[in-house]
């Protein structure tokens, strides 16, 4: 669908390395505008009204594989909640290869990946947890994320590899809210992989009427 920006209920630019989120009402559309090319975009999912109802990778890739589906996410996937409902639906993508299986950095992980010198490197844990922190929500409420514009290709003998993203400059992915939905976001910060061409760039999130 053809969208124009000066119609945009909501147009953001978001910095390298932070955090973003928005609430969105069922039937908006939310536009994540990969802008320089080969960022990597963490992003959760929770029921707005009850946020103990959040996204979950496995309903999602569960019922993706039910339907013949890949274990990544382009567009027409719908991801689910831990309750199996439709969260949001992507309706339009220009990189045709999302993940949900890699989950986000964060300093422990990149201590075990990297070593001890990036331990104190940002991550995007600490991104999800200043934002969780604004809806009075925690740690625990840290779940499996989406890696929109991340290419996680899994070999045939179950190994995750990070390669090289494969989104062009002014690329994007545009997601349907099927209820009211809280949208938590990391910029990923990441540097010791090449998920963000180890250079994280900014992105511009957008957010229209139905």
């Known amino acids: ?22 609430t969105l009402k069922a039937g908006q559309v939310l536009r994540i505008i990969d802008l320089e090319g080969q960022q990597a ?26 339907a013949g589906g890949r274990y990544d996410l382009s567009a027409g996937s ?14 339009a993508d220009t990189c045709g ?13 990149n201590t075990v990946r990297f070593g001890y010198a990036t331990r104190f ?3 995007c844990r600490e991104n999800f947890l200043t934002a969780l922190a604004k809806y009075g ?16 290709p899994i070999r045939p003998d179950g190994e995750l590899t990070v390669d090289d993203g494969v989104s062009a400059p002014g690329g994007y992915v545009e997601l349907r809210a099927e209820m009211d939905l809280l949208v938590l976001i990391s910029n990923c910060p ?7 061409g180890f250079r994280p760039t900014p992105i511009r ?3 229209w009427e139905p």
């Open 1 to 22: 669908m053809e969208h124009h920006f000066d119609a945009a209920i909501l147009d953001v630019v978001v910095p390298a390395r932070a955090p973003f989120s928005a």
């Open 41 to 66: 975009v963490d992003a959760l999912f929770y029921n707005a009204a009850d946020p103990g109802e959040r996204y979950s990778a496995q309903d999602t890739l569960a019922a993706q594989a039910r």
């Open 78 to 91: 719908v991801l689910r909640s831990n309750e199996g409902r439709a969260m949001a639906t992507i309706v």
């Open 97 to 109: 290869f999302h993940d949900t299986s890699a989950g986000a950095c964060s300093c422990e992980s």
């Open 121 to 123: 490197m940002h991550a």
């Open 137 to 152: 929500m925690d740690k625990r409420d840290l779940v499996s994320n989406v890696n929109f514009f991340m290419n996680v």
């Open 190 to 196: 990441q540097v010791n992989n090449p998920c963000n």
């Open 205 to 207: 999130c957008v957010v």
